[in-house]
């Protein structure tokens, strides 16, 4: 059993904490005051929350999840196109999960990884990285996401990395908090942790993926443009593209989730940031796309992809969403507002990582 307070997950998950990090970022998302001191339990196996949305008939009037590459619906049974390994220097290790340590900068860093069922240490692995949101940790992001049952599932590590302050936050640029203020060099850091995990793990070197949430979105994207020589694909939930000028080594294909109704990280945006649309467009223009068309369309989620990409970009939009992670958890009684079960965005992530 988890006890989580949910001042660490209310208001962004950034919003609670200590008054000096909190005080420390440019400029404040949400009502600080408007947060919720109480506690929940929850059963770390249970991933009910997370139903996948389902790839149905394209003849009937159910939704459809169409490869990117293909105008015919998926097969679930067909083979995918077989993806050349890149085998890292680990291979042949037996380093298991659990918290690893790690110096960057002159600092103590700490990531939660999680090795899936059945790993072969002579197999090269594919890896996630989910970064967690302000004021959340690890741990929090684990629950909150639902990702590590999907790790197991589809054999595919996956890592939780540790932000730092006392109310934990990433650099990604203008946000957020203490490392934002004192310039941690968190895209170091993710460079550090692919080294660390390549030399104990056996490691695809070129299926490297990372993903996050809210301030940890910030930060998924902002290592898609500075660290495209070493991953593979980003992935976001309610976390746009804050800090300025994005110039990938590669083109780097995205996948975003935002709630029309976010009240902490605003789906059309504020105050000279850009909102999700802006954001993806901005991608889309990077990547050299053409139009879009709808691949999925189910309940309250509609989701989009670019056609004629260089890397592909997908967008998926939560009507009436929230400041939530789609499919997972919601521990904090709706106070960041609605979570939709019509997709699971840890699932969506793997399908569209999974073709790479």
Known sequence: MWRVSVCAVLVVMMGCGDASDSGATQFQFGDENNAQMA????????????????????????????????????????????????????????????????????????????????????????????????????????????????????????????????????????????????????????????????????????????????????????????????ITAIGAVAGTMPFGDCSPAEPMPVLHFHGTADSIVPYNGFAGVDGAPASMDKWADLNNCGGTEVYFDQGDVTCERWTGCDAEVRFCTIDGGGHTWPGGTDFTFGTLGYTTNDISASEHFWEFFSQF
């Open 39 to 230: 506690s929940v339990n929850n059963d770390s196996g249970d991933d009910g929350t997370n139903d996948q949305a389902k790839k149905q008939d394209p003849t009937g009037d159910d939704p459809v999840i169409q490869n990117p590459n293909d105008d015919t619906p998926n097969d679930p049974t067909d083979p995918m196109d077989p993806v050349e390994p890149g085998p890292s220097n680990g291979c042949g290790s037996s380093e298991g999960s659990g918290t690893w340590e790690l110096e960057h900068d002159g600092m103590d860093r700490a990531m939660e990884v999680h090795v899936p069922r059945g790993y072969d240490a002579n197999q090269p692995t594919p890896i996630v990285f989910n970064f967690h949101g302000r004021a959340m940790n690890a741990w929090q992001q684990e629950m909150f996401s639902g990702m590590t049952p999907v790790a197991d599932d589809n054999g595919f590590i996956v890592v939780y990395p540790e932000g730092t302050g006392a109310s934990q936050t990433w650099n990604a640029g203008v946000c957020c908090g203490s490392a934002q203020a004192n310039n941690i060099d968190d895209v170091g850091f993710t460079a550090a942790m692919i080294d660390e995990l390549e030399s104990k793990l056996c490691i695809d070197t070129e299926r490297v993926f990372v993903v996050g949430m809210s301030n940890g979105g910030y930060m998924s994207h902002k290592i898609g443009c500075e660290l495209a020589d070493r």
